[in-house]
């Protein structure tokens, strides 16, 4: 059985995964943006050396 009760700690662990997952989740969308960005720039670089 999974016990998830973590008496006087428990706030302090779950606010803590929280804030891991926020923060895995803003880096990775960040790195997406910033690809397709790139991505971007160099289609138009190929296009205009044409």
Known sequence: ML??????????????WAISAAALAA????ALIAARRWKRELD???EASK
């Open 3 to 16: 016990d998830l009760d973590m008496s006087p700690y428990g706030v302090f662990v779950w606010s803590s």
């Open 44 to 46: 138009r670089l190929e």
């Open 27 to 30: 880096i990775s969308l960040r």
